[in-house]
């Protein structure tokens, strides 16, 4: 294995040998294999252990990349994991479905990418890290070393929700995770296609946190059979993460239609299918013509979910070129070899019943009464930048054009539920459409109940949410340390498992 690092001058990028698209549109397996060990040393074996780290800066967990390359390098895996599991939780997730090449594999966060060498492979990296620890067994349930008598009610299973109970756990607190789904892992389980993260790799962390002490209550919705009144009663703090479900709409004539549905309805039929929660799905792309509406991520994953399930032809329409487009550049190649097709700089303007030969005979034939069978779109061109630095699409006059669509997926993105009816008026929302809560303690206007991740900010990554759910759960710890002490006795310890103390503190071990 290599003993030095900065071997970018002599080793050339490389990943893992992706699967051929021939091959892996017939599954929804992982399309990207793990490094080897040699394969790993060898990639970090490029890192320049820069003496100001932009990857680590980068990195909204500010993860100490450097350290536990030159740790994976050496061959010391061991450390190289405990070293990563101590500022993420998930360090095997967020090395498979974090957009790296935005982050801390990026142009500016790189310093080899600047000077022409290729960027260290991050994210395959630790990828490995998480996927060695756990075939070797050192990832093990974080035990508290005592028991605080306090008890903390977490709504919503996903990155943020899990982290916080984790974190929440380890810290000597009675958790309880409610969620609408039937397994721990929001959209990490529901949402993120199997091919870009298979769903045992989310269900050994859920297992994880079960053989710590928290107890996860599936099926229950707030605002429906979860009451908020009840979950404030039965808890000392509550921490709403439920994240952002809501769709946008497309605000077009027609959107109405059967068989146009929102992107997260898609992702989650499919996946409740392959883990086994339905027969089949219940939204199926087989035999349909599929427009995908929107350029991000999720567009990207309903895409390749549409072709995976035997489309007969997948187009995405997205108004804005591929070099301003907010998706990972590296999903949309995938895409690219999978067979789908992008309709650059197009934007829809309606959505019809009549079959797209009978619109271009007929045009005055554009109905909104049946199903789905035609989006008619116009061509645009990119004008000044808006407020983000984006150039502003502008429709072309006289360029319209139609495609025909037997299911049209709306990818356009989400919002967050409004919590004001979810809790009876008891938390506010802000100007922004997200849940209010104080910047520093994350607390709500109504005593604690705090709030964190896609509730929060409004939709984000899965390493955000981490963050924030690491964040909040300090923020709860603290809350609940200036209540009357609850003290219990001294837990009993499975074997093997992490003995941990408050949040912040060191551990035992």
């Not at 932009?54 to 909204?60: A, D, G, L, T």
């Not at 450390?79 to 594999?105: K, V």
């Not at 389980?189 to 946190?209: N, W």
């Not at 049209?408 to 979810?422: Q, S």
Request: glycine fraction near 10%; proline fraction near 6%.
């Amino acid at each position: 294995m290599p003993d030095r690092m900065q071997k970018f001058v002599t080793l050339r990028r490389r990943m893992a040998d992706k699967r051929e698209p021939e091959d892996r549109i017939r599954d929804h397996r992982e399309i990207l294999p793990d490094l080897t060990p040699d394969e790993a040393a060898a990639q970090a074996s490029r890192c320049e252990q820069c003496g100001t780290p932009y990857c680590q800066v980068y990195c909204p967990l500010h993860n100490n990349i450097p350290d536990w390359l030159k740790m994976t390098a050496e061959g010391r895996m061991e450390a190289a994991y405990h070293l990563a599991q101590a500022t993420n939780n998930f360090p095997e997730i967020c090395g498979r479905i974090c957009p790296q090449d935005r982050l801390c594999e990026a142009k500016w966060a790189c310093t080899l990418e600047q000077a022409g060498h290729e960027t260290v492979t991050i994210g395959a990296v630790e990828r490995h890290i998480g996927d060695t620890a756990w075939a070797s067994g050192w990832v093990k349930p974080r035990v508290p070393t005592r028991l605080t008598g306090r008890r903390v009610g977490i709504v919503g299973a996903g990155p943020a929700g899990m982290a916080a109970a984790e974190e929440l756990r380890a810290a000597g607190h009675e958790v309880h995770v409610y969620d609408r789904h039937a397994r721990m892992g929001g959209l990490m389980s529901y949402g993120i296609p199997e091919f870009k993260m298979e769903q045992r790799v989310v269900a050994r962390r859920a297992g994880l946190l079960t053989e710590a002490g928290v107890v996860f209550h599936g099926g229950r919705v707030l605002g429906g059979n979860l009451v908020f009144s009840d979950l404030q009663a039965r808890h000392d703090a509550v921490v709403l993460a439920y994240g952002a479900y809501r769709p946008r709409r497309l605000n077009l004539p027609g959107e109405d239609l059967a068989g146009v549905i929102p992107a997260m309805d898609y992702l989650v039929s499919s996946s409740r299918a392959l883990i086994g929660e339905t027969a089949a799905p219940e939204i199926d792309a087989a035999g349909k013509w599929v427009v995908v509406i929107g350029g991000g991520d999720t567009a990207m994953d309903c895409v390749r979910t549409a072709v995976r399930q035997g489309a007969e032809g997948v187009t995405c329409l997205y108004r804005r070129d591929r070099a301003n487009m907010p998706g990972s550049a590296r999903e949309v190649g995938h895409a690219e070899e999978e067979g789908a097709e992008f309709d650059w700089q197009s934007q829809p303007e309606a959505l019809s019943d009549v079959p797209v030969e009978v619109v271009v005979s007929r045009p005055e034939g554009f109905g909104q009464r049946g199903a789905v069978r035609t989006v008619r779109a116009c061509r645009t061109r990119l004008g000044v930048p808006d407020g983000a630095g984006r150039k502003r699409p502008e429709p072309v006059p006289g360029s319209a054009f139609e495609v025909a669509a037997d299911l049209v997926i709306n990818a356009l993105g989400f919002t967050v539920e409004a919590a004001h009816e979810l809790t009876g008026d008891a938390v506010d929302m802000s100007p922004q459409g997200r849940v209010a809560a104080d910047r520093e303690t994350r607390m709500t206007k109504a005593p604690g109940v705090f709030v964190a991740g896609d509730a929060r900010l409004g939709p984000s990554l899965v390493v955000w949410a981490i963050r924030e759910g690491r964040e909040v759960a300090a923020a709860v710890d603290r809350y609940l340390g200036f209540l009357p002490d609850h003290v219990q006795p001294e837990p009993q310890t499975p074997a093997g498992a992490r003995r941990d103390t408050r949040i912040g503190e060191a551990a035992c071990d």
